[in-house]
């Protein structure tokens, strides 16, 4: 018998459910075809959790999440839930999920598939079999810090204040994240921070140091966040791993994000301690613009999985065979709406989803 994989499927608000049906089907095609043996649940969360329960996010599925091996989060939100308040409103229940699966990185790949170089706004030859991770520390720094608010001084002026603030430990934890993720791919690690005007970024920039003795086979290098959005526009294949603080991971991100075209294409991790929590999940939104119609991209998520098959699961093989699954139906010139070009075949959600699962039968049986 093979080792059982627990799964819970949170499929969340607007396109949510559209998106993760497909997902499920590869994840039944895995169980048929590669013998995977997962356990899957289901859930609400979000907006669809608040309608049925009152809160974003119920203790059983809470519960239920802290048992399984990975969770699978589709997208929440949207202009229904608008006037709910803070602290039940959808996004509550994937700060919640972040938070209580103690999930501090986020793991963002910036791949650039070969079919789809054209949709970058950069020059296909900058972004060309580009291949970059971010690795975005999740819960400390400037969004997190004490003190925090707005106040009125005696003057009447009103004062803003945020605190950007990290220990040794939180630093520690994400840069090795960062150095064994490097070890699997191109061995190499750019730490950014602003250690020229911020003490909270030399102490980054130091113990990043510290750890990097761990892991001598990597190379590690120190860039400057402005500098680093720069050199991600100007050179992006220059850079493996990018590890960073919550806030410039922020932006970061984004931009690489955006090197490869559309949001519809971006999977994403977060992780806990090695063993803990894992969720995956779209880079996008809910897209209420665009849901109940058929016509959202089902690629992010699907490529979601295969970040679980590959980090959670430990099988390489099957995350490898659905990213060439991606590759090869988006060479055959299928596209959904969101990555659609000139000459190419419009086509639904669940089109989409089918010739995904027959090119990995084709992958198969090679
Ligand atoms: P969005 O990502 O939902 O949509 C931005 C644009 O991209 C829209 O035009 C949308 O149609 C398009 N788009 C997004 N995903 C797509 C896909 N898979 N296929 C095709 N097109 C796609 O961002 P938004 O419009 O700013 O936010 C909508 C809602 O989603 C808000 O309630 C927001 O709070 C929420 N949101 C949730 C998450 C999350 O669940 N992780 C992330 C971002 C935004």
Known sequence: MTKELSLLMLAGDGIGPEIMVEARRVVDWLMENRGLNFTVHEGLVGGAAYDVFGVALDDDTLALARQVDAVMLGAVGGPKWDGVDYDKRPEAGLLTLRK??????????????????????????LVSGLDIMIVRELTGGVYFGEPRGIETLENGERRGVNTQVYTTSEIHRIARVAFELAAKRGGRVTSSEKANVMESGL??????????????????????ADSCAMQLVRAPKQ??????????????SDVAAMLTGSLGMLP????????????YEPVHGSA??????????????????AMALRYTFDCEAEAQMIEDAVQNVLAG?????????????????????????RALDRLNEK
């Open 203 to 224: 102490l980054w920039r130091e113990e990043v140091t510290v750890i990097a003795a761990d892991y001598p086979e990597i190379k590690l290098d120190h860039m400057l």
């Open 239 to 252: 850079f493996d791993v990018i590890v960073t603080d919550n806030l410039f991971g922020d932006l970061l």
């Open 288 to 305: 209420p613009d665009i849901a109940g119609k058929g016509v959202a991209n089902p690629i992010a998520t699907i490529l979601s999985l």
């Open 333 to 357: 010139g299928l596209r959904t709406a969101d990555i659609m070009q000139p000459g190419k075949a419009k086509v639904s959600t669940s089109v989409m989803g089918d010739s995904i699962l």
């Open 268 to 279: 994403s991790a977060a992780l806990g301690v090695k063993g803990g929590g894992a969720m």
């Open 100 to 125: 209580e699966l103690g999930l501090f990185a986020n793991l963002r790949p910036a791949i650039c598939f070969e079919p789809l170089v054209e949709a970058s706004s950069l020059k296909p030859e």
